[in-house]
């Protein structure tokens, strides 16, 4: 008997078909995973490696440049199967035997010719794109058994799981941060080093420059910094610069980018549709649907957000998770690890194909609607936690909770909801300084409120809100307009007969207080919050009132008062926790005159105040910090310090 590549009395010579060709393009921003594969496949331990990714992430690539690294280390070199178009598990051994130039001869099988090849000379086997043959891997995981020296790398969109398999997880290319915009610092993004290099290879004259640099960044921001996606765009370079693509893909999809040359489109999943279809249609009815459904956030979701909206109850808690680690698993869904709190999220262009597959599926409306009823709820929840984690989580979720007030801003008849989340956003807008979002809002609702009956408790949070904002900013609202939603909201505040409603709106007459100038209504909200606080027992609402009387006083010169009031404010907030309470009475107590007696000795510095704001996400404190560091500088005569 006599094969081809496997000769009767011994192994054969070297045939240059077992290596991977020259790459016709450099090999960019991957260097890391060379490494590790590298590594992987120096060790004897690791026989079967799979890598997984995206389509359209560079997995083939990777594998190619690996085997042109360590392919040469073993007698029988690197070979690549490409499996892309085997859909039979039992072909998947004939395939790798046919990349080897193996000749089946008569009474022999494509197992045993391959299993001699292989003991006689070790050799790199990839076995490219096993998406739809897992199962054949176990045939050539027996043969690899018998055949010590030769390691087996596959590429799939997820892990084979399968004993003894070592995974290397392939993400997109790192793209810039926001704030880089310096040509060479954008450089030195993987995602923006490969755009440029192949943007240049189409135009010689290309270079990435002060004038295009930030349309650079954002280009490969929109496109996730999958290679594929960025190939495709810089090949457009001599046609539409990156600006204009960017502009382009800002009002429509980005998957219909697609290869420009003949040659190219006749090759495999080059068009990115067609890349990210590849991988959609690995997934069962369950998967697909979940993945549909979560083109309905904005931004991501936390884990109980997408069980909530877009689980059917049929599933189960194990049939969720189960779908949600198949879509992780396939690089469908990314999961957020600087979070704290489990989130995921699609990718921009994955996001496209999803919410074209939620359309088809005519799921869209029932699914908005239903995003908005919970995210309207989940505010609802976080209006009554510490001011920590009440801006924590609309921070986290602001994207979603926007959108949800966008809908029902512009829905007849959603005007109560409307309000009510515009009120529970009111903290996370008000704290971050977002002032001209929170006037177009409010004015927005509380235009139409003026001819619907809205629930007085609503109704006068919303304008209470409006009055803090402008008092807050004077040079939109002028004084009276601000005094009179204020003696409107606290009037209905009253009316509601809900102590929470009326205790926040006395402590908007005193958040007004520097922009009206109404001491005496700041000194009767501040006795008349007190008294109340106390007599409901609200130790929070105790607190901020004591800190807000010690306020009045100081701007009555009544420092002794304010000294003593801020004390026992500041000595109450920081055994409760309230640290936005903290900042507010130090700020009051450092403010006072040097000497002043009832300071307590130490007040906490400026540096540790600017700290806590920065914690809780408090802007606006943050400035009035701010403000006192640069005055203090400014005193010691450090000017470069205050500036």
């Known amino acids: 008997m006599r094969t081809r590549g496997v000769g009767a009395d011994g192994p054969p010579g070297r045939d240059h078909r077992r290596r991977p060709g020259p790459a016709r393009t450099s090999f960019v921003g991957r260097e890391a995973e060379v490494r590790s ?32 690294r360590v392919g040469g280390e073993r007698p029988g070199g690197a070979v690549i199967a490409d499996c892309s178009s085997i859909d039979d598990p039992d072909l998947l051994v004939a395939a790798v035997a046919g990349a080897l130039d193996l000749t089946v001869v008569s009474g022999q099988s494509p197992a045993d010719a391959l299993r001699r090849s292989l003991q006689f000379e070790p050799t790199l086997v990839i076995v490219d794109d096993v998406d739809h043959v897992p199962d054949g891997i176990l045939a050539l995981l027996d043969i690899l058994d018998e055949c010590p020296g030769t390691h087996l790398v596959a590429t799939a969109a997820a892990p084979l799981r399968v004993r003894g398999e070592h995974v290397v997880r392939l993400g997109t290319l790192p793209t810039p941060p926001v704030d880089v915009t310096d040509p060479d610092a954008l450089l030195q993004a993987p995602a923006v080093a490969l755009f440029c290099e192949r943007a240049t290879a189409v135009d010689a004259d290309f270079r990435c420059t002060a004038d295009n640099a930030v349309a650079v960044a954002g280009l490969v921001e929109r496109l996730d910094g999958l290679p594929l996606a960025i190939e495709l765009a810089a090949a457009r370079v001599t046609t539409l610069s990156p600006a204009a693509q960017l502009e382009m893909l800002g009002d429509g999809s980005s998957l219909d980018l697609a290869p420009l040359g003949i040659a190219e489109r006749t090759g495999r999943r080059t ?185 007085a408790e609503v109704h006068a949070r919303a304008l209470l809100w409006r009055a803090l904002i402008g008092a807050d900013e004077p040079v939109e609202d002028d004084r009276h307009t601000t005094s009179e939603r204020l003696d409107v909201g606290l009037r209905l505040a009253r009316a509601s007969g809900s102590d929470d409603a009326l205790l926040f709106g006395l402590s908007c007459v005193i958040g007004t207080l520097f922009a009206i100038r109404d001491m005496g209504a700041a000194a009767a909200a501040a006795q008349e919050g007190l008294a109340l606080a106390r007599r409901i027992r609200d130790e929070r609402w105790q607190v901020r009132f004591t800190c807000w009387a010690g306020v009045v006083a100081q701007q009555t010169g009544d420092t002794e008062t304010a000294a003593r009031l801020g004390a026992e404010s500041l000595e109450r907030a920081t055994r409760g926790g309230d640290l936005s309470t903290v900042v507010r009475a130090s700020l009051l107590l450092v403010g006072l005159p040097r000497g002043t007696p009832g300071v307590p000795d130490p007040v906490p510095a400026r540096e540790t105040l600017l700290a806590i704001c920065r914690d809780i996400g408090d802007v606006v404190a943050e400035g009035w910090v701010l403000g006192g560091l640069a005055w203090a500088a400014l005193a010691a005569g450090d000017r470069a310090r205050a500036a």
């Open 37 to 68: 594969l590298v590594g992987l496949l120096r060790s004897p331990d690791a026989r079967l490696v799979t890598i997984t990714g995206r389509s359209g992430a560079g997995k083939t690539r990777l594998a190619a440049e690996t085997a042109r």
């Open 271 to 455: 068009e990115l549709r067609s890349a990210i279809a590849w991988s959609h249609r690995l997934l069962g009815k369950r998967e697909q649907a979940l993945f549909r459904r979560m083109a309905v956030f904005e931004g991501g979701c936390s884990l109980e957000a997408l069980r909530e909206v877009c689980a059917d109850r049929a599933w189960g808690s194990a049939g969720f998770l189960d779908a949600l680690t198949t879509l992780v698993d396939v690089h469908l869904v990314e999961p957020d690890v600087a979070s704290r709190v489990p989130r995921y999220r699609l990718l921009p262009t994955v996001a496209d194909y999803a919410r074209e597959r939620l359309d088809d599926a005519g799921e869209s409306e029932h699914l908005a609607a239903h995003h908005t009823g919970w995210f309207a709820a989940f505010a609802r929840r976080a209006a009554g936690l510490d001011e920590r984690n009440q801006l924590a989580l609309l921070v986290a979720d602001r994207r979603n909770l926007h959108a949800a007030l966008e809908r029902l801003v512009a829905t007849p008849g959603d005007l109560v909801p409307g309000l009510q989340l515009a009120a529970d956003l009111a903290p996370l807008w008000f704290r971050q300084g977002l002032f001209p979002r929170t006037r177009a809002t409010f004015d927005a609702l509380l235009a139409e409120a003026q001819e619907t009956h809205v629930p």
